[in-house]
């Protein structure tokens, strides 16, 4: 007999929700470029796919836990969202999370570039697109992530955090505080998609790591690269080194991002949180 089972949850209760036996909802309420996740606790090996508002996540192993975790993209729209919870196609539970806002709406002028520039820019940004299209469906990495330098003190503050205002843009990762060389290292296991030399754009010198999954991490305004596109990446190997190139880049300091679901660009602040629990 199908089981199934409607929690209609508390919106804004942030904590872990026990769902039904082993499931827990690891948040009820998330913001705008969050994190969230199922959990099968002691139920490794025993897959399930979680499905929010289109996205279709397959569940993996950690430990002894069956995990499956959705990134909430930084555009997301605000409101109500339905994870079902499918078990070898059939659904066994229904859940709500609610996206709640948490970046204003940008104002201010644009930024304007010669056109030399701008199709420089444009180019960074296909090549950026095209890597993260090619992200393995299952994961390629072993443990939790951590991250990429020692210091995790945010360079400019407040400017360099997730969402700060840009004129009319959004900054979509974090500016963490490094020298000049400083080592950056891989934060999980994978294969490098991307060593972009864009001098000549925003983003500078660039490296892109699939861990698979649909996560990929990457590594913005470097000063040399020490692995090649292709390379198997093992946790904490390293990757390049610290720089400032990159149009507007004053001081040196590692721009970090991370992708979900392959697009969904989230806040790196809260993506290390969701591992913190498995530390």
């Not at 872990?16 to 606790?41: I, S």
């Not at 919870?85 to 996206?99: M, P, Q, W």
């Not at 992530?145 to 900054?171: D, M, T």
């Not at 190997?237 to 720089?243: E, R």
Request: hydrophobic fraction near 40%; aromatic fraction near 10%.
């Amino acid at each position: 007999m199908k089981r199934v089972l409607f929690f209609i949850l508390v919106f804004l209760a942030c904590g872990t929700v026990v769902l039904a036996e082993d499931f827990t909802l690891t948040k009820t309420a998330v913001e705008q470029a969050d994190v969230f996740g199922v959990m099968r606790r002691g139920g490794a090996g025993k897959s399930f796919q979680a499905i929010f508002r289109g996205d279709t996540v397959n569940s993996f192993s950690l430990g002894n836990n069956e995990i499956a975790f959705i990134g909430i993209h930084y555009k997301a729209k605000i409101g109500r969202g339905r994870v079902s919870i499918v078990e070898n196609g059939k659904l066994v539970l229904d859940a709500v999370v609610t996206i709640v806002s948490k970046f204003p709406k940008r104002e201010g002028p644009a930024t304007s570039f010669n056109l030399t520039i701008a199709r420089n820019i444009e180019k960074a940004h296909q090549a950026i697109k095209e890597a993260c299209e090619r992200s393995a469906t299952a994961p390629l990495f072993t443990e939790v992530f951590h991250w990429p330098v020692a210091s995790v003190k945010i360079h400019n503050e407040p400017h360099g955090y997730f969402g700060a205002s840009r004129g009319n843009r959004y900054h979509r990762g974090v500016d963490l505080e490094s020298d000049l060389y400083d080592t950056v290292r891989a934060v999980n296991g994978g294969r490098v998609q991307l060593v972009g030399n864009f001098t000549k754009t925003l983003e500078g010198n660039t490296l892109i790591i699939d861990h698979g999954y649909g996560i990929l991490s990457m590594y913005l305004h470097l000063s040399n690269f020490l692995v090649k596109e292709g390379d198997v990446i093992v946790p904490g190997q390293a990757i390049a080194t610290v720089g400032k190139t990159g149009l507007q880049v004053v001081r040196p300091h590692l721009h970090f991002m991370i992708k979900m679901q392959r697009f969904s660009t989230v806040d790196p602040v809260k993506f290390m949180e969701f591992w913190e629990e498995y530390k």
